[in-house]
């Protein structure tokens, strides 16, 4: 089956650091990848997606760039703020059973201190 | 922009008790809805995928007459979590799918807490 694996947290950085969260993927077809945020207390928001190899998604500075020959979709932002911290979610959505089904990885915590 | 709701965001219930959840697609028709179960520090596990009129479809070892889907309308999906005990007390996360602003996406609610005492 698919699966989707990214980095343990929790992640620590000073704000205006760089931010890489890695995530790897197993799929059987060509899925949609995905990385969702959700902050303290809330539901998932979709932060930013990618539909096909070598497609780069992006957001409120945040980006990720399908890599189908390493089956990767890491999360990368040149300066994070205060604001970035939440919990981030790697995901791949792909047609199973006729509808769409997403797989989610296991999240990883990035708290970013002033 | 779509937005999902659930209600409620939080309920604290006794063992034995049941619980209902709902979860609303406002701005759009969601032919699909999922429901998520979230545990403390895991990512989200789906629980199971219904679409409008029809019986939902379970995730292997989801108890489907402990956890009941309905799908009554395509704007509102409700979760009844029956005779709830404690190792049910988890953060439940429903999901719609459908077009919202002609783009075929799939929007998440912010979830509910659920306590069993």
């Known amino acids: 089956g698919n699966s989707v694996t990214q980095m343990e947290g929790p992640v620590t950085l000073s704000e205006e650091a760089f931010l890489t969260i890695n995530c790897t993927y197993t799929?059987?077809?060509?899925?949609?990848l995905f990385w969702y945020v959700q902050y303290p207390g809330e539901g998932l928001q979709l932060l930013l997606k990618?539909?096909?190899?070598?497609d780069k998604g992006s957001n409120k500075g945040f980006e990720a760039t399908y890599r189908k020959e390493t089956t990767s979709f890491h999360l990368e932002k040149g300066s994070v703020q205060v604001s970035d911290s939440a919990v981030y979610f790697c995901?791949?959505?792909?047609?199973?059973?006729?509808?769409?089904?997403?797989?989610f990885g296991t999240g990883t915590k990035l708290q970013v201190i002033p | 922009g779509a937005v999902v709701s659930q209600h409620p965001s939080r309920v604290i219930c006794k063992s034995g008790t049941s619980v209902k959840i709902e979860c609303r697609s406002l701005?759009?028709?969601?032919?699909?809805m999922f429901w998520y179960r979230q545990f403390p520090k895991q990512s989200l596990m789906l629980m199971a995928t219904?679409?409008?009129?029809?019986?939902?479809?379970?995730e292997q070892g989801v108890e489907k007459d402990k956890f009941l889907i309905n799908h009554a309308s395509l704007t509102l999906s409700t979760l009844t979590v029956t005779s709830a005990h404690p190792e049910d007390s988890s953060f439940y996360i429903c999901?719609?799918?459908?077009?919202?602003?002609?783009?075929?996406?799939?929007?998440f609610g912010p979830g509910t807490r659920l306590t069993v005492l």
């Open positions: 799929a059987t077809g060509y899925p949609s």
């Open positions: 995901a791949l959505s792909e047609v199973e059973r006729g509808y769409q089904k997403v797989t």
């Open positions: 219904s679409n409008e009129g029809s019986k939902a479809t379970y």
């Open positions: 999901s719609a799918r459908g077009l919202a602003g002609g783009i075929d996406t799939q929007y």
């Open positions: 990618a539909t096909k190899a070598d």
């Open positions: 701005d759009f028709q969601a032919t699909t």
